[in-house]
């Protein structure tokens, strides 16, 4: 019997999801071509587990099975064990999780993968006990059964894999046609109205998800059809999120999503990417609304990113844990008799009321259904301004308090993806809310990715400690070239136009499907398991070719090159299909649809010098909400613009005067001067 390992190979990774599971006596390798080459030469299948280093049922599946030395013996006999990050590694987790569905009509983390070799599935699961319960097999009898099969029953083995490889080729064929119409659109918007809980926001019940780029779609189909239904979906959920539990009350910033259907129980892990999108939200929010709520939640968001998701170079860390001392949420929670001995008697009676503090606990434990004597601190109104200054006051008390304790893991590596998104949500609420602040740590951050992640004309996809790896997937530069384009427009600084242009061009290069349109995952360098994937579905976080359409739709509108329109048509005729049948779970990619359809504006402000960030016109361009409006900033002392974008090469100053050239549906208007004008063709009701 091979003695258990007491430091595995995972000791000299960078992901911290890795570096978890150092010390497992699982012999954990990671992805590579030594556990591959060691499978065949052992003739042993593979256990492939992928997770992430914030994933509550990651850390459960790793206390119980992973760390307990039968279990692992039984997997280092049967196996060779490889661990990947899926935040490292999208495109093999991607690829592992449609097989996943495919095989039982559900995914999730951990994915638990059984594999020939030759990287071959023929088994797949998430979350797995250590012994079986509730119908769920476990791994002390799953392995055994694994072993019986791969010695004597080989046929079987590969039939499964045959199957699963030709039902994953099936999965990635898309059904093509003409580009959608807003029949499409209005599909979507009615599918999400049927799912709307009017009672509590959102959509559908638990668990819940935030789920930003479908406000950001309702706010459109808003704007163009003027159904105050969907404005008020998007005000109420904004608002039901921002009171419940799923916002963290003390240090700010939102859990992952929401157990039930309230909003009040997350599962309290905080990635970078929902900080980011609902940002977005938030802002797109207030612009429609002027709701003070909206406008203090994206203020206290960049508190929370600043405080803990920031790196001292200015990037973006990806994601803060779930778990402290082994219990997912202990950190959040609060007893009475905590906040009591903490706060003065009147600040202990006035918090406990408003933020619903009971001595039995205000919610039930997600596995046990009973009241634990914990609290989660959350609104049923919102606070008046003096309530709100009183409950500044304790939330400091509370923060200091909170902040002695153990802290959940943060996982520090930097993805080129998620600081993209990032990126674009500061731009944007640094504009919106003319917020210099904002706008410097997204140009500070998008310095950084270009210093440590575009290499040599390449771009990459991780950074951790010095160290740039992994090949760019088309969602980092998806993601970039949105950054780089709310960058241009909240700046008017030409280099984001410049890189913006430069890298959608590289990723056409790279990862366009020259042969039926739309974006795969991976480049040709990429190593491809059971086939180059495509994806549309916007999750969590949209999908590359979501955010790719309406990148190539507005590029097309700043430049006036109407190639990137036409690779946006592609697009959109490759996935026709999906667009028209399943939009609702396409909300980012319908937005490029609506952008295609909506009576678009391209306004350019001329001016002899460059204009100050606080200008009167440039504030209009960027206050109000129009989500189908382009606009540049020149001056004829700089004349790097008029090779970016030529067609305002002729628009110039008129009798010395900053001048307003507006164009809409692929016609102009003459030149005008005037601020109020401007703002009346702009956002007239």
């Not at 914030?54 to 119980?64: D, G, K, N």
């Not at 998008?446 to 090949?471: C, D, M, P, S, W």
């Amino acid at each position: 019997m091979k003695p258990l390992p007491t430091l595995n190979r995972l000791q000299h990774e960078k992901s911290p999801y890795l570096l978890q599971h150092k010390n497992n006596p699982v012999d954990w390798y990671p992805w590579g071509d030594e556990a591959f080459a060691k499978a065949k030469e052992e003739n042993k299948p593979i256990f492939l587990s992928i997770g992430y280093a914030t994933c509550h049922w990651c850390h459960v599946m790793e206390h119980e099975s992973f760390e307990d030395e039968g279990i692992a013996e039984l997997m280092n006999q049967a196996f060779i064990n490889i661990k990947v990050d899926r935040e490292e590694r999208p495109d093999i987790d991607s690829t592992y999780m449609t097989v996943c569905q495919m095989l039982n009509g559900h995914g999730g983390w951990p994915l638990s993968i059984i594999m020939t070799p030759d990287k071959e599935p023929f088994f797949a699961g998430t979350y797995i006990p250590k012994e079986a319960r509730f119908n769920r097999i476990g791994l002390r009898q799953l392995i055994p059964g694994i072993t019986g099969m791969w010695k004597h029953e080989p046929a079987k083995v590969q039939k499964a894999v045959e199957g699963i490889k030709d039902g994953f080729q099936r999965s990635q064929e898309f059904e093509q046609g003409l580009f959608p119409g807003l029949e499409s659109v209005d599909y979507a918007a009615e599918q999400l109205a049927a799912r709307y809980d009017d009672q509590h926001g959102g959509f559908g019940s638990a668990p819940k998800f935030p789920s930003p780029h479908n406000l950001s779609f309702l706010l459109r189909k808003w704007y163009t059809t003027k159904e105050e239904r969907f404005k008020n979906t998007v005000e109420h959920t904004l608002t039901q999120m921002r009171l419940g539990g799923i916002w963290d009350h003390i240090g700010y910033g939102f859990h992952r999503y929401s157990t039930d259907q309230e909003w009040l129980l997350p599962h309290f892990e905080k990635m970078l990417y929902d900080q980011a999108l609902m940002m977005l939200a938030y802002t797109e929010g207030w612009q429609v609304s002027n709701t003070p709520l909206f406008k203090q939640t994206i203020v206290e968001l960049d508190q929370y990113i600043t405080n803990k998701l920031t790196s001292e170079e200015g990037a973006f860390f990806s994601a803060e844990d779930a778990d402290s001392e082994g219990e997912e949420g202990k950190f959040y929670v609060w007893s009475l008799s905590e906040i009591q001995k903490v706060l003065s008697k009147e600040d202990a009676a006035f918090f406990t009321e408003y933020y619903q503090i009971l001595e039995e606990g205000n919610f039930e434990d997600e596995a046990t259904k009973v009241k634990t004597g914990a609290n989660i601190p959350h609104l049923k109104t919102t606070l008046n301004e003096s309530n709100q200054v009183r409950f500044n006051d304790i939330r400091e008390q509370l923060y200091e308090i909170r902040e002695k304790r153990i802290k959940p893991l943060l996982d520090d590596k930097i993805l080129c993806d998620w600081n993209g998104m990032m990126i674009m949500a500061y731009a944007k609420a640094g504009a919106v809310l003319q917020e210099p602040m904002f706008i410097e740590k997204a140009k500070k951050a998008y310095a950084f990715i270009l210093n440590n992640l575009y290499v040599e004309n390449q771009l990459f996809h991780r950074y951790k400690e010095g160290e740039h790896a992994i090949n760019a997937f088309a969602d980092d530069y998806a993601m970039l070239v949105w950054a780089s384009i709310e960058l241009y427009e909240a700046t008017y600084d030409e280099q984001y136009l410049e890189k913006a242009i430069l890298l959608q061009n590289q990723m056409i290069e790279l990862f366009w499907d020259s042969e039926q349109g739309g974006f795969y995952l991976t480049d040709t360098k990429t190593e491809e398991l059971l086939g180059r994937q495509k994806q549309i579905y916007d999750a969590a976080v949209p999908s590359s070719n979501s955010v790719a359409m309406q990148n190539l739709m507005k590029l097309s509108r700043l430049t006036g090159d109407s190639n990137f329109e036409e690779f946006a048509q592609k697009i959109g005729e490759c996935f026709s299909t999906d667009l028209i049948r399943s939009g609702s779970s396409i909300t980012l990619g319908l937005q490029a649809i609506q952008y295609a359809h909506a009576s678009t504006n391209e306004i350019v402000i001329s001016s002899e010098k460059a204009l100050d960030f606080d200008n009167e016109l440039l504030k209009i361009l960027r206050s109000g909400f129009n989500p189908f409006k382009i606009s540049i900033a020149k001056s004829t002392e700089n004349k790097s613009l008029s090779t970016l974008a030529p067609f305002s090469s002729n628009m110039h100053p008129v009798d010395g005067k900053t001048t307003i050239y507006y164009c809409s549906n692929y016609s102009c208007d003459k030149p005008f001067y005037s601020a109020k004008e401007l703002r009346e063709k702009l956002y007239a009701e």
